[in-house]
């Protein structure tokens, strides 16, 4: 049997750094030696080790889950006998460099998604009116398409009436490096809402530019990471919001949200057509509340009439000259709503539900469609003909 001069021996300074590598910052999502977050490592002889770490701010809601994945990870080490975790807060110059690391290196203040080269597609959720649904749908589509393995978060655009945050399950509040916001996240979600910097159940007053520039910090300032799709909620209308999604980023594809009813579909119609003055494609319509399945029998009960769904994308296939498909029509579920403020979208609480089919259903053809190479750079310069 070896004795402990012998076992810790074996404990080195490569090793737990090595293990150390496999743990991520639960904000920012990427090893922790990798962001200059492990301040020193200490080995003892009899096995035991001390690993100092930096947080990026003093008060981290993190350092908790911080301190538990560095201590397991060192503990699997052989050898080692005994973990300390030590922590510490990072300096305004170390945050700086952080901020420009995360940022690649890049200007602050840009647009990641923005950008011809970008991978993430965007979709802006509108409706023409309030009370349809939306935010409902946007955030089961986005735990759907989490749920599917891909990298997703919303941007609760609605300033006004923003709720996305309950309806996700959101609990923490984000984190703030440098001029760098680490946005919060619940079930595989990243979220920003202007609801997290509001005390209470505050309203929000506010002007066209001051909505502007809440928006684009949102865009701009947030750390979202690599995405695969990022969802802005937006406000009910055609008003400053709207037009700021396409000024701040124009490749941003417009996902129509409608009931069955005329009166709502007209206005949802008029809520598409945007897309003519602004240039931006409209991928599809949604039809929420569709019917209401009787407890009774087989038939649905369309309590908001039918057919609203399909007239407004047959009058917006019409207008912009393109096909505007109907991508789905969710039908009535008191799950829906109890998931809504639960904080368990649907889509995970009830998967095979009926409205949780069909949500799952749309966030599939949302989630699976290739961005083509319309736009991209493809870095190739003329050459000369002799």
């Known amino acids: 049997m070896a004795n402990e001069t012998e076992v810790a021996a074996g404990v080195t300074d490569e090793s737990v750094r ?23 490592v200490e080995i003892a002889e ?8 930096y947080l990026t701010v003093s008060g981290c809601p993190m350092r908790e889950t911080i301190t538990t994945r560095v201590t397991e990870a060192v503990a699997a080490v052989p050898g080692v006998t005994a973990v300390e975790v030590e ?3 990072m300096s305004d110059e170390q945050r700086k460099e952080l901020s420009t690391l995360l940022r690649g290196g890049a ?3 840009e647009i990641p998604f ?3 080269g970008t991978l993430t597609r965007v979709y802006a959720v509108a409706s023409g009116k309030g009370g349809v649904g939306k935010s409902s749908v946007t955030v089961n589509l986005a735990a759907a398409m989490a749920a599917d393995g891909l990298k997703v978060a919303v941007v609760d655009a609605d300033i006004y009436g923003h709720s996305v945050p309950r309806m996700l399950g ?3 509040r984000p984190t703030q490096v440098q001029d760098m916001i680490m946005p919060p996240s619940s079930h595989g979600v990243k979220v920003i809402s202007i609801g997290m910097f509001t005390p209470g159940n505050a309203p929000v007053v506010w002007r066209g530019p001051m909505l502007h520039r ?12 690599d995405l695969d799709v990022l969802l802005l909620d937006l406000p009910p209308g055609t008003g400053d919001i709207a037009i700021s999604v396409a000024q701040l980023v124009p490749n941003a594809e417009i996902l129509i949200v409608t009931t069955p009813q005329m009166a709502a579909a007209e206005v949802a119609e008029r ?16 039809e929420n509340m569709s019917g209401m399945p009787c407890p009774h029998c087989d038939e649905m009960i369309d309590v908001f009439g039918t057919g609203g769904g399909q007239t407004v994308a047959d009058a917006l296939t019409r207008s912009v000259g393109a096909t505007v498909p109907v991508l789905g029509s969710i039908p009535i579920d008191v799950r829906l709503r109890e998931g809504g403020d639960d904080g368990t979208p649907v889509v995970l609480a009830a998967p095979d539900s009926p409205a949780g089919a069909a949500l799952r259903s749309v966030a599939g053809k949302l989630g699976g469609r290739q961005r083509g190479l319309s736009g991209l750079s493809l870095g190739l310069t003329p050459k000369n003909k002799f």
């Open 170 to 172: 959101v609990e923490g």
């Open 214 to 225: 809440a928006l684009q910090q949102f865009l701009a300032d947030v750390y979202w990471g």
């Open 271 to 286: 809520a598409g057509t945007i897309a003519l003055q602004t240039h931006q494609k409209i991928v599809g319509v949604i």
């Open 87 to 89: 922590l510490d807060v």
């Open 46 to 53: 009899d096995g035991a080790v001390r690993v100092a770490v």
């Open 107 to 109: 200007p602050e203040r």
């Open 18 to 40: 090595a293990a150390l590598a496999t743990v991520n910052d639960p904000e920012i999502n990427r090893p922790i030696t990798e962001i200059g977050m492990v301040k020193s």
């Open 114 to 116: 923005a950008k011809p």
